[in-house]
């Protein structure tokens, strides 16, 4: 009971970061009828007004919302980049706001440089790592080696979550230096800047909320070499 309790408890505290950042989103997806424009409408307009030289806007894949500095492309997924709602608003804000993060070369910028890439890097290792434990212990039954590959499995996922975690002010300050400001000069009424201000520090917790379920993805490969 105490070890189904524990899995249960650590099953909660990885996945639940995660469900809360689509449940936000998601409660606050409800078209809005005299919202003046879409995602990709104010995406396009900060970018001229912020005078983002190259920065484009284009639509994505369902889901995926993202700023590319080597391509200096806004990314918005279907529904952000068509819709009017609060939380399309608010994450096309965002995005925008890690734009004019690295077109004016702020310090802030360079987190994700440092930390994002390697945190990629590390992570594909790691499961990399996992693939081959899984095959070696198929193969190989001498407890030695399975438990230091084990142990660099553990090792480099913690990492990369580690990682991600790094580049939370980055994210929090194109939420709320960047987006929150600028949402509250007239882009959106005053009653509603409750609900962005909650979509806006779900946009700042998405790489932490989507790290933590590496965790998991760990948990269960380390039941499995055992």
């Known amino acids: 009971m105490p070890y189904l309790l524990i899995t249960l408890a650590v099953a909660a505290l990885v996945i639940g970061p995660q469900l809360w950042v689509r449940f936000v989103l998601w409660r606050h997806s409800t ?65 925008v706001g890690h734009a004019i993060q690295f077109c004016r070369e702020e310090p802030i910028s360079r987190l994700r440089d440092k930390y994002l890439t390697r945190a990629h890097r590390i992570r594909r290792i790691g499961a990399g790592i996992l693939a081959f434990a899984s095959i070696l212990t198929l193969a190989v039954k001498t407890p030695v080696i399975l438990l230091w590959v084990g142990v660099i499995a553990v090792v480099t996922m913690l990492a990369s979550t580690l990682m991600y975690v790094a580049i939370l002010p980055e994210e929090y300050d194109a939420s709320f230096n960047k987006a929150l400001p600028i949402l509250r000069e007239g882009y959106l009424p005053e009653h509603l800047l409750g609900s962005a201000h909650s979509v806006l520090k779900a946009c700042a917790l998405t790489y932490v909320a989507g790290a933590l379920l590496d965790v998991l993805r760990l948990w269960r490969w380390i039941r499995f070499l055992r």
């Open 31 to 95: 078209e809005i009828d005299d919202m003046p424009g879409s995602g990709a409408e104010l995406a396009e307009h900060l970018i001229d007004r912020h005078k983002l030289e190259g920065v484009k806007v284009i639509k994505a894949n369902r889901g995926e919302n993202y700023y590319s500095p080597s391509e200096k492309i806004v990314a918005l997924s279907p529904e952000i980049y068509h819709g009017k709602s609060v939380t399309a608003v608010a994450v096309a804000a965002h995005e």
